[in-house]
């Protein structure tokens, strides 16, 4: 095992970007996923920021859905402190066709891969450091998955090489978690799930097929682990907030705003008549509750009118002019309302 003290700011970092967000739907329908408000800032700004924050600064993000929305968001990164470039992907090319885009680029030195809709504290100079010390070819973030959320179970052995990248958890009831040597029933040891943070080597690149679409963990990392690569696990409990379902993006913001004593987030513009009452909920810019208006658990887009004596309880809202195709939820009035 290798030691070494390098300097993180002669890497490079890829930000994931170009997905549908379909699960995020209908806060998607006119923006990307990683360009929606997370405490009135594009949730993407926080990847960029993380990554600065580990003296990383040459970025790159690939774009698809609603591209200028992260544009708009970002620029060209000098207001962040970074220098960030842009692949755009006419067609879509998973997480590892994406790389393949801009392999020229990233063919120098490690690079950092990283989703665009996470907010985390994980310490990535030690995963960065564990990943030089194995000269692995890939070290992937992992965190324990307590609650057993829908996220791929990702198999260690005892040298925390990863295996195999599984099925989802079982779901196990919140008592059975919390009281595991009670007689509800027998919890095994907590899965791994992967914080969608990984350092790579150039060396990735044999294993990555060229010019097609191709995910990581299904065309790549499992056909790299049968040659006998190294591919290490960097286990860390640091704070992870993802941000892919309309669940957690209200979850994980109420429990930043209630860590300021707070019970609701305004954007710009955004007016709450007296009368009204709103509590737990997230309101994006201009948008407006009128007197008598009850606004319970949930998240208003932008311009959105909730009207006189009106309720609204966990649900999303939308104005119904943005939205082409209405895939679930109700229309009433002005508004799409989709329930959690």
Known sequence: MKTLFLSNSHMKAFILAAGFGTRLWPLTEDRTKPAIPFLNRPLIAYSVEYLARHAIRDIIINLHHQPDSIRRALGDGSQLGVKIQYSHEEEILGTSGAIDRIRDQLMDDDFVVIN???????????????????DAIATLVLKENAAREHFSIVEIDHRRRITRFA???????????????????????????????????????????????????????????????????????GDWYEMSTLDRYLAASLLFIRKQGLSVIEGAGCRIEDG????????????????????????????????????????????????????????????LIVPL
């Open 116 to 134: 665009g809709k996470i907010v985390t504290d994980i310490d990535l100079a030690a995963a960065i450091r564990e990943h030089k010390e194995y």
């Open 167 to 237: 099925g989802f958890p079982e779901h196990v009831s919140a008592e059975a978690i919390a009281n595991p040597g009670s007689s509800v029933t027998t919890v095994e040891s907590a899965p791994f799930l992967f914080t969608g943070i990984q350092i790579l080597s150039p060396r990735i690149f044999d294993y990555i097929p060229r010019d097609c679409f191709s995910h990581s963990t299904i065309h790549v990392y499992p056909r790299a682990i049968e040659k006998g690569e190294t591919i290490i696990a960097h286990i860390t409990d």
């Open 276 to 335: 009204a009452t709103v509590q737990d909920s997230v309101l994006w810019n201009n948008a407006v509750i009128e007197s008598g208006a009850q606004v319970r658990y949930a998240v208003l887009g932008d311009g959105v009118r909730i009207p006189r004596g009106a309720s609204v309880e966990r649900a999303v809202v939308v104005r119904r002019d943005i939205v082409d195709e209405i895939e679930r939820g109700e229309v009433v009035g002005e508004n």
